[in-house]
């Protein structure tokens, strides 16, 4: 994995920048800049707002020597009880990224500020993750705010010091909480240049003075959490800031090609192919005859045999270890992972290109900037050689150069080779190519090539009682879902886990008589699951009828638009995927149809439905089949997907009626 | 978006060496030497079946297992130690995550001697050379907690990953350990020694018992060190509603006295007890202080159990530390806050933390007439006591006994929210000592009936021809619900907690809804309970089935929906407290329409916990009532599949409908 935020991160902890207008430091007591900021008149917020930057302000200030200082300067009021986090600041740093000083201070409401001293700023290693697989120099120096209670402000000074790899820094303006003031400014040397672009904001003009260029903006509203919305880089506000030393080659991206070309200096010699590397690509590939085979093979070797391990240490955040080193350790992270199979396929005469993605779909659009903050992932493209068939390898597009280029993601280690999960589907990536490198669209697969086939052959008896046997079939993420569940499970006997959790979506009770699986570690076939159930009163008596919902197994519906508050993002949808259900379920003795449910049939742009119940001799037959064609779910059409999902939640509750049949009932008196 | 899968995640391991227990320094100095177990360069002989074997038959489908397990430590005033060695094979591709080692340490000691090494399935050896980070999880001044982490390389299935270090102990540094038995992977072996400091006595028990290849903890009358081998030690997973892990885990304590053990039970609980009474009294035992207060609390003409209550709803308006966020040192410095430091002081200043409240209870009861007694319970929280462990640390919670009208009253006030004449859950059911000058006697607080803590949700809703629903829903908390709500949402303003109620709400209905709270619940105090008052509206809540609309019978049934949804069990199923829920639905129905087929009314008793559901209908209405009773706390292991199947028939039971007719069917019949 690329370093996630190498130098966001700073940015994001620290939010923003300053001018240095104001005394650094009060006596025995906040700044005056903090005290300044507390007492402006503040707009009414929502009951939701928890707290409010009131004042931040960042100096990025540049030295001819390439060195940079930043100056962070920031005032919080916590409004509301669940605004006391805001208390809490990590600031991240590493040996590049040196902290000079970090001040805190809480202005109560009443009585005498408060300040922390720097000794009393716990420091730690940077461990994001749960636990520590992450091999890292980053580290944190973490400000505890005293009373950082509603009605109190809280704020920070953080100077730094920063010797960039690339001279490019973001202005994250947009946060959870509204901004009510913020400034950013960048000093430069003579000679020096800049370009600012920004995503997400129209463009802001700065004010330029000797040197200096300063942005502001006020009342920036906040960016609330909604589920299923697009990734933070994809709706928050923010500049990216390209710095162009005079005459130098080592200046920000102001384009895809300088970027790429960046990347493709950084991985120079990377991917050579050493003795060790080619005899084990003999060994994997000699017995192999077609030039599918021995991708799938190297590519199989990547995800199952070399193990995944976060590194980032100093520029090892963004350069991979050369392919030797991965090689003979058997671990490395997604950038080395990508590394090494691309030196593997090269050694079989197979052209690969480094792809640096965003691992969430939508944080990156063809409007987004060239900058590395907005990626934290590497894959690879790879140019399918003649003669394999479109339908081998369906994740690929055809560029205009290289032709068909395959994406493959070498850390999934349970989507198959030839696939792409969906995260990546329809996700833009930089492209690094010998003379540079382009955003180039990932392909969308149809939605047959993911998803689940769920067939059933069921038995019904007059007290309600269901058994059965069920088929599931799965592909692409609904495969990949279950085998990483599957793969969590550390004792044979809780095998059976995750199909109960997903059989007790759908019944109340019921009893596996049998239960197995297929294909888990086989991702180059379909995961399934085949199992026999018992059901006790699954059909439900009203009277003398039975009420019978054939869609015994599976839902679908989404309730995400089912709330008061207006959405105001989009929705991104996990993969395109295509899901059916087909039953047959035999009618108990000496009952017979009442009343079928009415078919469905709703088609629209961004994923299809249709449904039956009908008889067929003594059986009832149900067949659906539902289709996600559209990863985003756009503004416009958050009404039309509201109104399917209703249609869909109430066709699987549907519920087809059996009464006893007239000869069941025995002959009448007259 | 959702992630389909964290990709990266995995579950943190070693905690078998997170053993960080109650810490004591020696002020003095005392030299020993003694041979290491293992010295910094062995490497225990690998046998070929380790290398070959694909599985474990006594941990079938484990991604990885513990070959062998070694702990050896030392307590010594100068040089104190403790010598790991750790064996793992890996077995599954997902076992190859146990190769990224995280050994945790803390302030007072290093790690040294880090070695480790891959051997291949061939037999073949990959040392690591590589780096070790120091990665420090928690510093400040005061204490610190690290950890060194690195990754074997060339680890594949089928490999070995083995790798040893040694805690070494800052010089005077002592403190109480214990041996983690029970790990996340199954052991095939371990072998534990310790060698006690030889100048403070040092007892030993083994709370949660032995694995059945386990033998017995013996010391060793010469060395005098304490030794334990164990096989085939099962895998420990967690699961859902289990007793407190720590109570499950296999593991043996260490515990050392500067005064000496008193290993007469009887002797060392009195020995105790008289120690704490005498501490409570010197804190609670203000007489005078106290009887100006009780009369400003109390009137004379007050009966006694009026002047009981009114004495215990005025300890809990006492601004109670314990329930605020936390106080950091800085701030106490900051704002000159005096903490009291007895029942006085804490009148005075009108405020305390809430074991202190408690005992302000016990001097003002006392003041006021009544018999009132100090206790301390152990909560059930992280343990289930034993009092033959002799651990008086076990004994983590106060309360006061009063006599009133010939019965005991259990008294917490410093619990907040807690209603008089109820306890908080962990001191619920638990067993405690009753403290008087001579030690005192053994006691066992009541558990309360279901009837004590309730849940009752009544509903008043209007069912529209568009199958949508919408009307009034009365939620009512009482006794231990009320109280974890208030705890819950205490440090919440009144906008977020009509959110978590709402949301509350929300989950529990099986179908997507809009909630909004319409009155102002009661959040402070606990003599009332909390009130909830919503308007609900649901935009499809009928299924349909040809010419008939049908009305599920289940409406705040989806928290159970879930409950007990796998086959097995290894654990007791752990149940905080009795509860009782009741629901009261009443239904209008649109005009013409009506019901084509009633419910038959269903009762599942099992005796502990019980349901009931019925339906009722009249023209135009249809009612629907619902409860649910559980009385009991714990259920064995081997009893789960009758409370799975409860569970089960519950759920047939809510997924019952209602058979309607709309107006268009009715007049067509």
Same mark, same amino acid.
């Given at each position: 994995m690329l370093r996630p935020f190498a130098l966001a991160l700073l940015a994001a902890s620290a939010f923003f920048a300053t001018l240095?207008?104001?005394?650094?430091h009060a006596d025995n007591g906040a700044p005056a800049w903090m005290h300044s900021a507390a007492v402006a008149a503040l707009p009414q917020y929502d009951d939701?707002?928890?707290?409010?930057?009131l004042y931040s302000d960042e100096l990025i200030a540049v030295q001819s020597d390439g060195k940079i200082r930043r100056t962070v300067r920031v005032a919080i009021k916590i409004l509301? =009880?669940?605004?006391?986090?805001?208390?809490k600041h990590r600031f991240a740093y590493d040996p590049d990224t040196k902290i000079i000083s970090l001040h805190g201070w809480t202005i109560p409401a009443q009585g005498k500020d408060y300040e922390v001293k720097e000794k009393d700023m716990p420091d730690e290693g940077?461990?994001?993750?749960?636990?520590?697989?992450l091999v890292t120099d980053v580290r944190t120096k973490n400000l505890d705010l005293p009373?950082?209670?509603?009605g109190n402000v809280v704020g920070y000074e953080l100077v730094q010091d920063w010797r960039p790899y690339i001279f490019q820094d973001m202005?994250?303006?947009?946060?959870q909480i509204p901004v009510r003031e913020a400034h950013y400014a960048l000093q430069l040397p003579p000679s020096w240049e800049y370009k600012a672009v920004w995503a997400n904001h129209l463009d802001v003009v700065p004010s330029t003075s000797n040197g200096l260029y300063s942005w502001s903006l006020s009342d920036v509203p906040a960016v609330r959490w909604e589920p299923e919305m697009p990734p933070w880089h994809g709706v928050a506000a923010r500049m990216v800031v390209t710095i162009l030393p005079p005459?130098?080659?080592?200046?920000?991206?102001?384009?895809w090609a300088k970027m790429g070309s960046w990347y493709s200096e950084l991985t120079r010699g990377r991917r050579d192919v050493t003795p060790d590397i080619h005899a084990k690509v003999v060994a994997l590939t000699?017995?192999?005859?077609?030039p599918l085979a021995k991708m799938q093979a190297l590519a199989g070797y990547l995800q199952k045999d070399v193990r995944y391990l976060a590194m980032e240490l100093g520029i090892g955040g963004y350069q991979p270890h050369p392919a030797s080193f991965v090689y003979s350790h058997h671990f490395g992270d997604c950038k080395d992972k990508a590394t090494l199979l691309s030196a593997m396929l090269a050694d079989v005469g197979i052209d690969s290109y480094y792809v640096i993605i965003n691992?969430?779909?939508?944080?990156?659009?063809?409007s987004t900037p060239p900058a590395v903050g907005n990626f934290n992932h590497a894959i690879l493209a790879i140019k399918i050689p003649e003669g394999i068939a479109d339908a081998a390898l369906p994740a690929f597009t055809v560029h205009p150069k290289f032709g068909r280029l395959l994406f493959f993601d070498p850390?999934?280690?349970?989507t198959p080779f030839g696939y792409l999960r969906g995260d990546l589907q329809s996700n833009y990536g930089m492209l690094v190519i010998p003379d540079g490198g382009e955003l180039v669209h990932l392909p969308q697969l149809p939605p047959a090539k993911g998803g689940t086939r769920r067939t059933a052959k069921l038995a019904l008896d007059p007290q309600g009682n269901l058994t059965g046997d069920f088929v599931e079939i799965r592909t692409g993420d609904s495969a990949t879902g279950q085998r990483y569940r599957q793969h969590a499970?550390?004792?044979?006997?809780?095998?059976?886990k995750p199909l109960e959790s997903l059989v007790s979506d759908s019944l109340g009770s019921f009893v596996f008589t049998k239960a197995s699986i297929s294909n888990l570690d086989d991702t180059s076939q379909p995961f399934g699951y085949s199992y026999s159930v018992v059901a006790r009163n699954y059909a439900k008596t009203a009277g003398n009828l039975l009420l019978v919902r054939p869609g015994v197994v599976g839902s679908y519906a989404?309730?995400?638009?089912?709330?008061?508050e207006p959405r105001q993002y989009p929705i991104e949808i996990d993969s395109p995927a295509q899901y059916s259900d087909a039953f047959d379920i035999t009618l108990p003795p000496g009952y017979e149809v009442d009343d079928l449910p009415a078919p469905v049939d709703i088609d629209n742009k961004f994923a299809s439905y249709h449904s039956k119940t009908e008889l067929r001799g003594n059986m009832l037959h149900y067949d659906r089949v539902y289709e996600v064609k559209q990863l985003t779910i756009a503004m416009d059409q958050m009404e039309d997907f509201r109104k399917f999902n209703r249609i869909v939640a109430g066709d699987e509750r549907s519920t087809a009626v059996l009464k006893p049949s007239a000869s069941a009932q025995g002959p009448t008196n007259h | 978006m959702t992630t389909l899968f964290p990709l990266w995640r995995k579950l943190s391991r070693l905690?078998?060496?997170r053993r960080f227990a109650f810490v004591a320094a020696l002020s003095f100095a005392v030299a020993l030497a003694i041979t290491p177990a293992?010295?910094?360069?062995d490497w225990l002989p690998i046998s070929p079946e380790e290398l070959k074997m694909t599985s474990e038959p006594k941990a079938p489908?484990?991604?990885?297992?513990?070959?062998y397990r070694q702990v050896d430590r030392s307590d010594l005033s100068h040089g104190g130690h403790e010598h790991n060695y750790i064996r793992i094979k890996i077995l599954t591709e997902a076992g190859r995550?146990?190769?990224n080692i995280e050994i945790p340490y803390r302030d007072r000691m290093g790690i040294s001697s880090i070695r480790a090494r891959t051997v291949r399935p061939d037999g073949s050896i990959v040392n690591f050379d590589g780096q070790v980070f120091k990665t420090a999880v928690q510093k400040n001044r005061d204490s610190k907690f690290l950890a060194k982490t690195f990754t074997v390389p060339?680890?594949?299935?089928?490999s070995i990953v083995e790798y040893r270090f040694t805690y070494d102990f800052e010089d005077y540094y002592i403190f109480n350990s214990e041996w983690?038995?029970?790990?996340p992977l199954f052991t095939k072996k371990a072998l534990f020694t310790l060698k006690p400091f030889d100048r403070w006595p040092m007892q030993w028990n083994w709370p949660a018992g032995l694995p059945e290849g386990a033998t017995k903890p013996v010391q060793d009358e010469h060395s005098s060190i304490v030794r334990m081998t164990a096989e085939n030690i099962p895998a420990f997973q967690e699961e859902e509603f289990m007793p407190p892990p720590n109570e499950l885990k296999y593991r043996v304590n260490f515990l050392y006295s500067e005064d000496g053990f008193e290993n007469d039970e009887n002797k060392y609980w009195k020995k105790f007890g008289k120690k704490q009474y005498d501490r409570v009294e010197a804190f609670a035992d203000k007489r005078k202080a106290m009887e100006e207060a009780v009369a400003t609390i109390v009137s =004379?003409?007050?009966a006694p159990e009026v002047k009981l209550e009114k004495i215990y709803d005025r300890c809990q308006k006492i601004?109670?530390?314990?329930?605020?966020?936390r106080i950091s040192g800085e701030q106490i410095k900051h704002d000159k806050m005096k903490l009291p430091e007895n029942s006085e002081e804490l009148w005075k200043l009108g405020y305390g933390a809430g074991k202190d409240i408690t005992w302000l209870f016990l001097g003002l009861a006392r003041a006021a007439g009544f018999d009132a007694r100090p206790a301390l319970v152990a909560s059930r929280a992280e343990h289930f006591f034993n009092?033959?462990?002799?651990?008086?640390?076990?004994?983590?919670a106060n309360l006061v006994v009063v006599k009133l009208n010939g019965k005991d009253i259990f008294c917490d006030?410093?619990?907040?929210?807690?209603?008089?004449?109820m306890l908080p859950w962990v001191e619920t059911g638990a067993r405690g000592r009753l403290l008087d000058k001579d030690g005192g006697d053994w006691i066992e607080t009541p558990l309360p009936? /279901? /009837?004590?803590?309730r849940i009752e949700r009544k509903a008043d809703l209007h069912l529209n021809d568009d199958g949508s629903l919408d009307g009034k829903v009365t939620v009512t908390y009482t006794g231990l619900e009320a109280q974890a709500w208030r705890i819950d949402e205490r440090e919440q303003d009144d906008a977020a907690r009509k959110r978590s109620l709402e949301d509350n709400l929300k989950r529990n209905i099986p179908a997507a809804s809009e909630v909004e709270l319409t009155n102002s619940p009661?959040?402070?105090?606990?003599?009332?309970p909390l009130v909830a008052e919503f308007d609900v509206k649901i935009s499809s809540w009928l299924s349909t089935a040809g010419k008939r609309e049908l009305l599920p019978?289940?409406?705040?049934v989806n928290n159970e929906k879930?409950?007990?949804?796998?086959?097995?069990?290894t654990f007791p199923v752990y149940y905080r407290f009795p509860f009782l829920k009741t629901d009261d639905i009443a239904i209008a129905l649109p005009q013409g329409w009506k019901v084509d087929s009633d419910l038959k009314p269903v009762t599942q008793d099992i005796k502990a916990i019980a349901y009931s559901f019925s339906v009722a209908s009249k023209p135009g209405t249809v009612t629907l009532q619902r409860s649910l009773r559980c009385d009991i706390f714990i259920v064995p292991a081997d009893k789960y599949s009758v409370l799975r199947a409860f569970y089960q028939y519950i759920r047939t039971a809510d997924d019952q409908q209602v058979v309607l007719l709309p107006a268009a069917a009715v007049a067509v019949n």
């Open positions: 240095l207008a104001l005394p650094v939701k707002t928890n707290a409010v930057i509301r =009880p669940a605004g006391r986090s805001l208390g940077y461990i994001p993750f749960e636990s520590g697989e009373a950082a209670d509603p202005w994250g303006v947009q946060r005459g130098s080659s080592n200046s920000g991206f102001e384009s000699a017995s192999l005859n077609s691992a969430d779909r939508g944080a990156v659009d063809a850390t999934d280690t349970l499970v550390t004792k044979s006997e809780d095998r059976v989404s309730g995400i638009l089912e709330r008061k | 905690q078998q060496l293992l010295t910094a360069d489908g484990a991604p990885a297992i513990y070959l995550d146990y190769a060339d680890v594949q299935v089928g983690i038995v029970s790990a =004379p003409s007050d601004r109670n530390l314990s329930y605020e966020p009092p033959k462990r002799l651990d008086s640390r076990e004994l983590d006030p410093g619990a907040a929210f807690t209603a008089y004449g009936t /279901s /009837s004590a803590t009661e959040w402070a105090g606990s003599k009332n019978a289940g409406f705040f879930h409950m007990f949804e796998h086959s097995t069990r």
